[in-house]
Structures are given as C-alpha cells and as structure tokens.
C-alpha cells in the first residue's frame, strides 16, 4: 500500500489532494522519462544496497567481538580448572628448594623422580593462592604455558621463556 493510499485511508488526504499529487507525480515521470526513472531506480537500489552491506558487517563485526569474550571466558575458565587440578607434590625424599618472586626461599618434598623432571623444566610450580601463601602445586611444562599466557603472578618456578 502506497503512502498517498494509506493517508486517504486514515482521512488525512482529500480526494482532491488525491488527484493533484497523482497528477504531479504522473507530470514527473513524464518529464524525467524512461531512462532518468530508471537511474533513479537503480541509485536508490545501489544505496540501499551499500546500507545492507554496512549493517552485514556491523553486525558479523559484533558477532566476532561476541565470539573473542566467549572464548577469552572460556580460556580463563579452562587455566582456572587446570591449577585446580594441578597436583600436589606428594610427600617424598628430596627437597626441593626455589625462589619465589618476593626473595623467599620455599621448598616442596618431592620424589626423586619429581625432582629430576622439575630440572630438567618438565614440571613447574605453581600456585593458585594469592601470593605470599606457600600452597604450592606441580603442573606440566605445556600446561604451565598455557596458564601463562593468562596468570602469570600464578606460575612460582619455571624455566625461562614460559612465564615471560
């Protein structure tokens, strides 16, 4: 339904002003013609298009931002689960001794086999306390980096390179 047709519905347009803006709008095309009627079609089908492509990537542009929480979420969700599970250094033979980061000098009994692969960097330390308690955990070396790349004040003792 036309705008003309909608407005003498509501009986905000006479019949007279009905038939004057039929007529002026016929007086248009005639005076524009075929080819400047059908430029005009297409300008606005252009733009309209263009409107179309814009809102497209405003919206795919929100969905991937979406998508970066979702997954930054998910990640910090994940690194939480991992120092959860994180084992505890079971009661061994040797003494492990390392530094933290404000000087002190703590230190785990761990097997000798726990201590050989805290050596040689397979096994890190990690805590998932807040700093300064001495709740202290034995975590994979590939894990430990994956928790880096998030929690950085969480990792205790590890080889260079993996916490930065």
Known sequence: MSLRDQLKKA?????KDQ???AHE???ERKEKGHEQLEKEQQQKQQELAQLQERERQRIQQQQKELDQQRAQREEEAAVDAILAKASKAGPGAVRYYFETADGSLPWLEVSPREAQEIRAGQ??????SRVGAHDYRLLSLELTRRVARLRKEAIVHAPRGVAG
Do not use: F
């Open 25 to 27: 709008a016929r007086v």
């Open 11 to 15: 009986n905000l347009l006479s019949d």
């Open 19 to 21: 038939r004057r803006l």
């Open 123 to 128: 096994l890190c330390i990690v805590t998932q």
